[in-house]
């Protein structure tokens, strides 16, 4: 077994059981509502303008109603019941079941119906065909020898739109990245990996998609970077 697929599938083993643990507590305070420290509230402000940025950008497009959506990562549903509440099919899944319980938990107390359902899956195991892929804030568990092949499995799904956030690299973030490593915690269980925006464009293009709008969002504890990316009409 080489040290690319044995560290990968250490990756898989330490986020998914970080989810279901330590990290589903912190994240599911996160993605709520209730009381969080100054770290964490930045944190949600930051996702929730992800998830905001998303939804304004399917509503400009064609009529939601209707549309089936992948939501591959889907936390504890945070993107996936809104657009769901739009009149979209949404489809989400996750690799913790802890979050997925969540998630159908939070959607039970809405009215709707068949149009959202969720798994318990990673990533490379979603099938099917969409309209829309959106992952936000997943490959950032990915290290740059995956991160290819992932975003090549998740357009193959995606018929006419793929969208992604991911954490970019640069100078800064990475100097970032290093200062935060000098003070592990338990909320720091899992690796992080950062990715040149130049390389997601180019491997999104090599898969038939191009670039059609991005957005990055910056704050003090949380910095994303937001790419809609379409196939190009014949």
Not at 22 to 29: A, K, P, Q, V
Not at 43 to 69: C, F, M, N, P
Not at 104 to 131: H, W
Request: with cysteine.
């Amino acid at each position: 077994m080489s040290s690319a697929t044995s560290n990968k599938g250490n990756d898989k083993a330490i986020v998914k059981d970080y989810f279901n643990t330590t990290g589903f507590d912190r994240w599911r305070r996160i993605y709520g509502d209730g009381d969080v420290n100054k770290v964490q509230r930045d944190i949600r402000e930051g996702h929730q303008r992800t998830v905001d940025t998303v939804v304004y950008w399917l509503k400009q497009g064609s009529k939601l109603a209707g549309q089936t959506i992948c939501d591959a990562g889907c936390g504890v549903g945070s993107l996936s019941v809104p657009l769901a509440e739009l009149g979209a099919i949404v489809s989400g899944s996750d690799i913790s079941e802890a979050m997925i319980g969540e998630a159908k938990e939070r959607a039970a107390k809405l009215n709707l119906g068949d149009r959202l359902s969720f798994e318990v899956k990673d990533l490379e195991a979603i099938e099917g065909s969409y309209d829309t892929v959106i992952c936000l804030d997943v490959l950032i568990h990915y290290p740059d020898q995956d991160i290819e092949k992932m975003i090549g499995h998740l357009a193959s799904l995606a018929q006419s739109k793929l969208i992604l956030s991911f954490a970019p690299k640069s100078p800064v973030y990475v100097l970032l990245k290093k200062i935060g490593e000098l003070f592990p915690g338990p909320s720091k269980t899992t690796r992080a990996y950062l990715h040149p925006v130049r390389d997601v464009v180019r491997i999104l293009r090599a898969n038939g998609f191009e670039v059609n709008r991005r957005e990055f969002i910056g704050s003090q504890f949380y910095f994303s970077q937001i790419l809609e990316a379409v196939r190009p009409q014949e």
